[in-house]
């Protein structure tokens, strides 16, 4: 009758500390959309900076180097976004390991699970609004490059 007791408690454990995996998988998710959304940045520059090279007339020079800082601009967001999300990542998991942990051996460490769980929460809000504002940069970039492409072509 002991050993069923706890198989129950160690199998309410489990349940305790798997929920937030549902939340882990959202923020996986999350760092695959901006890391794609990093690596079009990057080729983007890429694209821009030869262009720049290759270019004799100043005024087309100095539209490829506002897109360029622009460009640098997004980039350092994106990476901050990255960077915030996976914070939350990290904090998640360490919240996993933390119910599991103090479920088994019946510690009381609540007030430690809530810190970190409001911790993760409050990095990945930082984490979107920042995901936000590089949405935001982007159509501002997007107007930069459109004024680039109808000068190419000789349309004003």
Same mark, same amino acid.
């Given at each position: ?31 695959? $959309?901006?890391?794609?959304? /990093? ?12 262009? =720049?090279?290759? /270019?004799?007339?100043? =005024?087309? %020079? ?6 360029? %800082? ?5 980039? %350092? ?6 960077? /915030? ?9 360490? #919240?996993?390991?933390? /119910? +599991? ?21 409050? #990095?990945?809000? #930082? ?5 936000? %504002? =590089? ?12 004024? +680039?492409?109808?000068?190419? $072509?000789?349309?004003?």
């Amino acid at each position: 009758m002991n050993s069923m007791i706890e198989v129950t408690d160690l199998a309410l454990v489990i349940q305790l500390a798997v929920a937030p995996v549902f939340l882990l998988a959202g923020i996986a998710g999350f760092l695959n $959309v901006i890391s794609g959304r /990093l690596g079009r940045i990057v080729d983007r520059a890429r694209v821009v900076g030869q262009r =720049e090279l290759r /270019l004799s007339d100043p =005024e087309q %020079k100095a539209i490829c180097q506002q897109e360029l %800082k622009f460009l640098w601009r997004r980039t %350092k967001v994106t990476n901050w976004s990255i960077g /915030l999300c996976t914070a939350a990542g990290l904090l998640v998991c360490i #919240l996993i390991v933390s /119910l +599991f942990v103090g479920g088994f051996w019946q510690l009381h460490i609540g007030g430690l699970i809530i810190g970190f769980f409001v911790l993760a929460l409050v #990095l990945l809000i #930082l984490a979107l609004m920042l995901f936000l %504002k =590089e949405v935001q940069l982007a159509t501002r970039t997007l107007r930069v490059a459109r004024e +680039f492409s109808f000068e190419d $072509v000789g349309v004003r």
